[in-house]
């Protein structure tokens, strides 16, 4: 599904230049749920970033379900972002304008899918989340595990090959990061492959992969022992 | 994406910042609206003119006299006139007139007055409408009977009343005065005028037989300017040329040339093209500040870029391309303007027939104003929109999601 092949990727600002990531290889399938480890400054941002197209990489190969994206323009970018990745983020980035229907309505919109579609996935995508009945509301009306809630529906509403979750948990008190992660690992459980940025080895746990990551390299590849599951 | 949802979202944002959004419109309102009065008043006035005009009669032709170079023998006399009437065919009406400045008093009130003497084809020449009475005939006129036909602002300010018919007046100079019967009044000579001036301070026209005027200044019957009118628009200009070489022939002054006849419309022409370049100077110094608008919806439209630069990251990262930006932040600025413009447009009529009211002028209001005005405040919108819009698409992802 995933393969990337020694992904170099150096941040040049005038005169320094900075090499964020020193050729990364990995292979992900169809139905994994990994988590990526590292301290901060690591580089696992930049390889979230580069894994859901919203950043280029300085060299190497990334193929995602068979697809080489090395060479694609901004709009096909654009369009893999729309129609292959989810992205759950740390600070939820909900538009606090739109309604919660309306945000998880909002990647369809780009997707060109009608109106009437729109209504029914995005429906159905708050009932995967346990979240119908507060469809109406907007973002800052809600609590912030909700707000996750809401994100993870607008994430799998455009059925996406991967999942990418950057911190999802990061915002969020204990109790909450248990909700969202029996969430995320229902998802998995159904058939949808999750990548996991995270710095806590608790919610690494729940995920069946972990690959850390240090200095902009993968130092270690392994599967969970002892999972955490509900 | 389709135009519908861009449209709703860009409503969504200008009414969620509705004070800012106003604002951002005033400078297209206040440019389009007085683009709007501007114009309509303009083109209000010139069909004003132009009608004024049309009543005197597009084949009309004043021939004048060069009095600088005139000797005694060239004045036209009433002998010439009723000549013309009769040997060329196109001249339907002919009409002398001779003014004197003098005073004009009734009993209840005494003015200085103008006193046009004339004949009986004055009325259809000049073509105003008789109120009260009748304008004086051909019998009237050879006899130089005393009557008078004034116009109805004059007969209320006389007589207290329109209906004057029958009333007397003293006309003449200060020295020596002659009592004349008023037979007929018009309607008022300067209604194109409205209440601009006050029906007190409004000249006074008192139209008499020349007959009548030459005993009154106790003069000989000089004329030296002349109306005459063809029987068809077509006629104007040969009828023009007939009566001057008629009147060449019965003076004997081929060799000068003493007689000009001047076609009114093409007055009329001039006055339009100097009124057209004034009214375009107003309205391109109008259109400056419709400019101005422009210059303040890109202003907005930037900052609604910047505050926005995290919701714009959020989009891309769920698939918005770089166009779907773009054109979501033109269509919020083409409908900001647009707005601007419809309210301008509206305000723009109202203003034009309140300025209108005041000044005595009905404005115009074309359907091509109304278009162009549209379209011009469209196309500001999308010429001060475009380079904030572009800016917003091609912000960095990263770098937006990151902007606090």
Redesign the interface.
């Known amino acids: 599904m995933i393969k990337l092949e020694n992904v170099v990727k150096v941040y040049a600002t005038g005169e320094i230049s900075l090499t964020a990531l020193k050729g990364i290889s990995m292979d992900i399938k169809p139905g994994e749920f990994v988590s990526i480890m590292g301290p901060s400054g690591c580089g696992k941002s930049t390889l979230m970033n580069i894994l859901g197209c919203l950043d280029r990489m300085t060299s190497g190969k990334y193929i995602l379900n068979g697809k080489d994206i090395s060479g694609l323009s901004d709009n096909e970018l654009a369009e893999i972002r729309c129609r292959e990745i989810g992205f759950v983020f740390q600070s939820f980035n909900l538009l606090p304008r739109m309604t919660i229907l309306e945000n998880v309505e909002l990647p369809m919109v780009y997707a060109g899918i009608p109106r009437k579609e729109r209504r029914e996935r995005a429906l159905a995508a708050l009932e995967r989340v346990d979240l119908s009945n507060r469809i109406k509301h907007r973002p800052n009306e809600i609590s912030g595990g909700q707000k996750q809630r809401v994100a993870i529906a607008r994430a799998i509403v455009n059925n996406p090959s991967i999942i990418l979750a950057d911190e999802p948990t990061g915002n969020l008190d204990t109790k909450v990061t248990r909700e969202i992660m029996k969430i995320i690992q229902q998802l998995n459980d159904d058939g949808a492959t999750v990548l996991l940025v995270t710095h806590e080895p608790d919610v690494a746990q729940y995920s069946k992969r972990i690959i850390q990551m240090l200095d902009g390299e993968i130092i270690d590849d392994y599967m969970v022992k002892n999972r955490t599951v509900f | ?1 389709n135009l519908i ?1 861009n449209i709703k979202m860009a409503i ?2 200008i009414m ?1 910042n509705k004070m800012r959004s106003f604002l951002t419109m005033l400078g297209i309102i206040i440019g389009i609206s007085s683009v709007i009065s501007i114009v309509s008043l303009g083109v209000g006035g010139q069909n004003t003119i132009t009608g004024e005009f049309e009543k005197i009669g597009v084949s009309t032709i004043r021939i004048t006299v060069k009095t600088a170079e005139a000797e005694t023998s060239d004045y036209i006399t009433y002998k010439d006139i009723e000549q013309l009437k009769e040997k060329i065919d196109y001249i339907k009406y002919a009409s002398p007139i001779k003014y004197q400045t003098g005073v004009a008093s009734s009993e209840r009130k005494s003015r200085t007055a103008m006193v046009y003497g004339t004949n009986e084809d004055m009325i259809y020449i000049d073509n105003t409408e008789i109120l009260y009475g009748r304008f004086f005939n051909k019998i009237e006129f050879e006899e130089g009977r005393a009557l008078a036909v004034i116009d109805e602002t004059a007969a209320r300010s006389f007589f207290g009343t329109s209906d004057a018919v029958g009333q007397t007046l003293n006309i003449g100079s200060s020295s020596s005065t002659k009592k004349a019967t008023i037979v007929g009044v018009t309607k008022s000579q300067f209604e194109m005028f409205g209440s601009m001036i006050d029906e007190e301070e409004m000249p006074v026209i008192i139209y008499v037989p020349a007959t009548f005027l030459d005993r009154l200044y106790s003069k000989e019957s000089r004329i030296s300017e002349l109306y005459i009118m063809a029987d068809s628009k077509e006629n104007t200009e040969a009828a023009g040329i007939l009566a001057t070489n008629m009147l060449m022939n019965r003076h004997g002054n081929r060799d000068r040339d003493v007689y000009k006849a001047e076609n009114l419309m093409k007055q009329l022409d001039q006055i339009n093209t100097v009124l057209g370049i004034f009214t375009a100077f107003i309205a391109a110094v109008a259109a400056i500040s419709l400019l101005v608008g422009g210059v303040g919806v890109m202003n907005i439209m930037l900052v609604s870029v910047t505050e926005r630069t ?2 714009i ?12 930006i773009m054109f979501q932040f033109l269509t919020e600025s083409v409908i900001i303007s647009c707005l601007g413009g419809i309210i301008g447009l509206i305000l723009g009529i109202a203003g034009a027939y309140l300025l209108g009211q005041l000044a005595g002028i009905t404005p115009t209001v074309t359907p091509q104003i109304i278009i162009v005005s549209i379209a011009f405040s469209s196309a500001v919108g999308i010429f001060f929109g475009i380079y904030p819009a572009r800016k917003a698409a091609k912000l960095d ?2 770098e937006a ?1 990151r902007y606090e």
């Not at chain 2, 990251?313 to 779907?324: L, M, Y």
Request: glycine residues 10%; hydrophobic residues 30%.
């Open positions: 994406m949802e969504d944002s969620s995290r919701e990251g959020i989009r891309k990262a769920i698939g918005a391309k770089t166009s779907n992802p990263i999601l």
